[in-house]
């Protein structure tokens, strides 16, 4: 039966893979026959969709991919809303990643929330910028907005804000690194991601190798134990295996130019959020944040690995409403993670 095998692979679903680990996941591929694992399901822009009509309520509208912009999912109270916040998601997640974040962000906050798909990613999956020509088309895009970025879409964050910060009202790093320091290891980066993209390529027409690679990917320690999320594993298999190739060539960590000094003298209000056992990014979180000299933009989500947005999305969303100046709702206080300043 394949729906064992998706089930392993549900058990320890999780994003991108820790940027120190340099050696391509080649595994052999499942033996089990299906499309359950390319199964074209669609993410639902909106539960409040059906009472659109409410403007008191969220209404939803999917820009595909226009003009060479990545496509994006646009949440929002009133079109004619002009403060926009941009949510990019990591590595082989697409828009849907915030989906339980869009309709309470956009109600509390009163603003445009447009969620990205990141080049190779879903419906932006033709495209191919490498950091610096995507940070121009965002930038261009979107003109003057609010970021928030995890992991591969911290780094886009970053290089956007250290490039255009002209555009940049604010920005939200979450699990992110400004960059590798060392050129070496980026170089060593590179070559782990040419492999990995290799084998990519060769799994278009493969669904199980792909759920193959999916369960070596998230298999890591960096995400610690996040349950069971097999619905979360078929949206990520909708995304194809050669553009997630073109992605780690274009835009992946070895390929960043170390950003370190823009992001500690960005001038934006800024905030760092990383889960208390992601021992390398909280690391490098805590010296950016020290180095800024303003320990109150560190949130550190107790408990919570790499994947703090799916781990914690309660407290995600109440420290995104508190940054963007909105009361929080009090269920926001649950989730069984919690809100952690260091400086305190």
Known sequence: MVISGLAEIASAIGVERDPGLITALRTPHLIHSSTIVAEKLRFAPSRLAPKAMDNSLP????????GGAPAYLEVALDGSLEEKV?????????????????????????????????????????????LAQ??????????AAHYVGYSM????????????PEVVKSL????GNPGIRSRSQRLARIASDERLAQDLELLDDDPEGFASFLRRWISQPLFGPLGDQGANLRQRALNTPSALASSLRL?????QVPIWDEIIHLGVPFRFIVGERDEKFRAIAEELIAKRGRQGELIVAKDCYHQVVSSAPQLVLQSLLEFYGASPDRGTRSGGASHQDLGS
């Open 59 to 66: 209404r939803s509208q999917q820009h595909p991919t226009s």
């Open 86 to 130: 941009v949510l990019i998601h990591g590595f082989t997640q697409a828009k849907w990643m915030w989906q339980g974040l869009l309709d309470p962000l956009a109600l509390r906050t009163k603003m445009r929330i447009c969620a990205v798909d990141a080049p190779g990613h879903l419906d932006s999956s033709e495209l191919r910028y490498d």
């Open 134 to 143: 995507l940070s121009d088309t965002l930038a261009n895009s979107f003109q």
């Open 153 to 164: 879409g911290a780094r886009i964050a970053m290089t956007l804000a250290a490039r255009h």
């Open 172 to 175: 939200v790093v979450v699990s």
């Open 251 to 255: 835009i992946g960590a070895g390929t």
